[in-house]
């Protein structure tokens, strides 16, 4: 395993020019800088917890190749001796003994690791430092509060490439705010509004509510007007739109992209000020050891909504270790679809044809003329998952796709986009969508959507018929909505291809579009 004491933190790569933006321009991620970046670890130092990521798959929307998190609770305490808690350096250290080890076994060229307040903040923060250096190798650097800011917010821009808004990431000991704006990171501050500082302060509830109020208004004078979006980052905002998730009984449990709104967390901080804190941990399935923070964090969330009144408010599971790695990428691997990323390596590492789904694409795109972007990219996404899963038993393949695609790990999605990729992708193996488990799912998506889906899975579910050949697309559909005529043009060798399965298939499409259907054979 090549040294890792003295590389040096991780730097912006500069510009390298404009991206080919084209969805089925050459893929980035069999190019070598992206390469480079195919397996990646970090490891985040934080107040509460110590925790390893290593990111594999296509750089831009990358997969969670190993997560491993250990509560250590570095920053308990800190509030009255200024040291590092004893008992959570302890398990601080034992878990970087733990994460060098793994780093070995897993061949990893490198393994970055930060610290942020608690260790920034210590007295002994620098000595600790040098105990994890000379113990296992591994080098930590020490970033301040407006650096962990900018990279938590870079985090977001991996899952939200061009997202503008408020960016705001909750640690133990601190809570960071940046602006985001045009794929860019703007201005950043950091406070000391962490829930382990909040339940270490003196004067109770008083105090507390006294210190979040005064410390949001010298946020917003440095921060100014935030009316946009607010991203919510951090273990402990996750918690509390877990528990917002369980009040409300909102059926898809993924974290990433879940939106909350002002009276939605108002209404949830009043539940868990009420319920007791045990109940509600089993009822969420919240760590004992993050539950215990959830009420402080709750106390600085509800008065950061009062003080910047966001338009919206949407949770990212990607913060600082995910700003790590967008760190490294150059440009013009930035500036790539995370979800397109993240299908085309789907595509290409488990498709029966890799590149099939560009030539199905171009088939159904037809239906698809008068959509609008947001539309036509969810098609494409689709054309290029829609394979992925040949593997699984048939009986079950229909539901395989849509879990996969509802709960993978695709950044770039919103949920009501992940119900509708999944239900397109159900029906490109089956005609029926009911008696499954998923039904209460279908209900995040009105009628007109779900008939959508259905049109385009069962567009898939024809085309993949036809031929298997990604070279020789030679069959062209033709759609006239104001007639309401679907044609298929098929040259004379290809006749035999539209046999009486692919008949009916053709026919259920039509169907679903309330078409008449024409068939054209010969030369074109």
Not at 473 to 497: A, C, G, H, V, Y
Request: hydrophobic fraction near 40%.
């Amino acid at each position: 395993m090549a040294d890792r004491t003295d590389n040096p933190p991780p730097s912006l790569v500069p510009e390298t020019g404009v991206a080919d933006l084209g969805l089925f321009g050459k893929p980035l991620f069999m190019d070598p800088s992206a390469r480079a970046l195919a397996r990646v670890g970090v490891v985040d130092v934080g107040s509460n917890s110590v925790r390893l990521v290593v990111f594999d798959g296509a750089a831009r929307s990358p997969a969670y190749f190993y997560n491993e998190k250990i509560m250590c609770a570095l920053g308990a305490g800190m509030a009255e001796t200024g040291h590092l808690s004893p008992t959570g350096r302890a398990r601080a250290l034992s878990a970087m003994r733990r994460f060098s080890k793994l780093a070995e076994r897993m061949e990893l060229t490198e393994l970055t690791v930060v610290a942020t307040a608690a260790v920034r903040d210590a007295s002994d923060g620098r000595e600790f430092c040098d105990e994890v250096q000379r113990e296992t190798g591994l080098k930590i650097w020490v970033i301040d509060g407006e650096e962990e800011a900018r990279l938590s917010a870079q985090g977001v821009l991996l899952g939200w490439p061009g997202a503008y808004g408020l960016v705001c990431d909750i640690g133990g000991s601190s809570m960071e705010l940046a602006e985001i704006s045009g794929g860019r990171v703007g201005k950043r501050v950091s406070s000391a509004l962490g829930p382990l500082k909040l339940r270490d302060m003196s004067g109770g509830a008083k105090a507390r509510e006294a210190h979040i109020r005064d410390t949001m208004q010298a946020l917003t004078e440095k921060m100014g007007a935030q009316r946009d979006r607010l991203f919510l980052v951090g273990g402990s905002w996750r918690a509390i739109a877990r528990i917002d998730m369980v009040r409300r009984g909102y059926p898809l449990h993924v974290l990433h992209e879940y939106r909350m709104t002002a009276k939605s967390v108002r209404e949830t901080v009043k539940h868990i000020q009420k319920y007791d804190l045990e109940e509600l941990r089993q009822i969420s399935g919240v760590s004992a050891s993050r539950m215990a923070l959830v009420p402080y964090a709750a106390e600085v969330l509800s008065r950061l909504v009062k003080t910047f009144k966001p338009k919206d408010i949407a949770v990212s599971s990607y913060g600082i270790r995910e700003g790590m790695l967008y760190e490294q990428m150059p440009q013009r691997l930035r500036d790539r679809d995370p979800l397109i990323e993240a299908c085309r390596f789907a595509e290409a590492k488990d498709a029966r044809t890799p590149g099939f789904g560009k030539v199905l694409y171009d088939f159904i795109l037809p239906l698809y003329k008068a959509a609008p972007p947001q539309r036509k990219r969810l098609v494409k996404a689709a054309c290029l998952l829609h394979d992925v899963s040949w593997r699984a038993h048939p009986d079950y393949r229909a539901e395989v796709c849509f879990d996969n695609a509802t709960r993978a790990n695709l950044g770039g999605l919103k949920h009501s986009e992940r119900i509708y990729l999944g239900l397109a992708l159900l029906h490109r193996y089956s005609n029926k969508r009911e008696n499954t488990r998923f039904e209460d799912l279908y209900q995040m998506v009105d009628e007109k959507t779900r008939n959508e889906a259905e049109i385009l899975g069962k567009a898939m579910r024809f085309g993949a018929m036809m031929w298997m050949n990604k070279d020789d697309q030679r069959s062209t559909l033709r759609w006239f909505p104001k007639k309401k005529i679907l044609e298929l043009w098929l040259p004379n060798d290809m006749i035999p291809l539209f046999g009486e399965v692919a008949e009916a298939r053709f026919n259920s499409l039509a169907s679903s579009l309330g078409a008449e259907v024409h068939l054209r054979t010969g030369k074109s």
